[in-house]
């Protein structure tokens, strides 16, 4: 089956934007987790 080019790529921003937001929610836990570290 042949794709037409701009799924691919569209594809391929959906995977990076994917990967940011598994950042962006690793980095929200670490600074959770620290915050409850100084407080307690």
């Known amino acids: ?14 995977a990076a934007v994917l990967k940011k937001m598994k950042l962006l929610i690793f980095a929200f836990e670490n600074i ?3 915050a409850i570290g ?3």
């Open 38 to 40: 100084r407080t307690t």
């Open 1 to 14: 089956m042949e794709f037409p080019p701009y799924n691919r790529s569209r594809g391929r921003a959906e």
């Open 32 to 34: 959770k987790y620290s």
